[in-house]
């Protein structure tokens, strides 16, 4: 069966032509990779496909998202609020005078 033919059947998706994307979202606590209906079908969303004739782009475009994130993440100034309950919470307090 199809990739998008399976993205669009009910059976597997709550209203598919709708535009959730908080079905993606994994509840805290989870051990389901994938929280839409995991138990119905576990190869029900294959954005790549799989196997052998598995997309060959699959790699490319991850790539692509890869530095996509990054020159976003380049773009701002990221610093952490609270350095000492950050090392308390990692316990990286050294020993060392």
């Known amino acids: 069966m199809g990739n998008q033919a399976t993205q669009m059947d009910a059976k597997y998706f709550d209203n598919p032509s709708e535009f959730k994307p908080e079905r993606w979202i994994r509840p805290p606590n989870s051990k389901i990779t994938c929280p839409v209906n995991a138990a119905s079908h576990p190869f029900s969303y294959l954005p790549f496909g799989f196997g052998v004739r598995m997309c060959l782009g699959r790699r490319f475009a991850e790539m692509e998202i890869e530095s996509l994130v990054s020159r976003l993440v ?9 350095p000492e309950s950050w090392q308390k ?9």
């Open 74 to 82: 380049r773009s701002y100034y990221i610093e952490w609020k609270y």
């Open 89 to 97: 919470a990692l316990n990286l307090s050294s020993s060392l005078p």
